[in-house]
């Protein structure tokens, strides 16, 4: 048992930050349809497209596309 918590704390790795970023983008998106508020994080964070794409399957394609487009009419 003690091999089990010695395993457990030596490989513990330290949750990524731009995870909980992430999710909170996709809940704006996914489930609030909220691109303007996402996108204004993703800027806020300084994030990329593949960042968010990266990280998730969770949005459709369609979803994707529409925040991506979005995203560049942004850069224009």
């Known amino acids: 048992m003690a091999n089990y918590y010695e395993d457990l704390i030596l490989n513990y790795q330290i949750e ?8 909170k983008i996709i809940k704006l998106i996914k489930y609030d349809n909220d691109y303007e508020n996402a996108i204004k994080i993703i800027l806020e964070n ?6 968010i ?24």
């Open 16 to 23: 990524n930050p731009i995870n909980k970023v992430v999710s």
């Open 46 to 51: 300084n994030l990329k497209l593949e960042d």
């Open 53 to 76: 794409v990266g990280c998730t399957i969770r949005l459709k394609r369609k979803q994707i596309v529409k925040l991506a487009s979005k995203l560049i009419s942004l850069n224009k």
